[in-house]
């Protein structure tokens, strides 16, 4: 018959070498993988701040362009509306 007073120091010995020898190699690769996902998340954020001012700009210079063309678009309605003006004078005299 099994005597468990022989064989739950033997069950405790090996547990405890098992968990020891995990921790002994998990732990330099766990540490590996918490700076690995330390270093992504800092990326991740500088990358957003980095992409939300590259948007930033990209708006500015749009929105520049857009009343560059605004004003290029008034002149010439102007324009033709003050020749338009100018035939029906001239016609009439």
Not at 6 to 31: D, H, S, T, W, Y
Not at 43 to 51: A, T
């Amino acid at each position: 018959m099994l005597d468990w007073a022989n064989i739950a120091p033997m069950l405790v010995a090996i547990v405890l070498f098992v968990v020891v020898g995990g921790v002994i190699l998990l732990k330099p690769i766990a540490n590996r993988v918490g700076f690995l996902l330390e270093a992504m998340a800092k990326e991740k954020e500088s990358g957003l701040g980095s992409d939300m001012g590259h948007v930033r700009d990209l708006l500015e210079t749009m929105n520049a362009r857009l009343q560059l063309l605004e004003e290029r678009q008034d002149f010439t309605e102007r324009l033709l509306s003050g020749e338009k003006r100018r035939d029906q004078i001239g016609g009439g005299s």
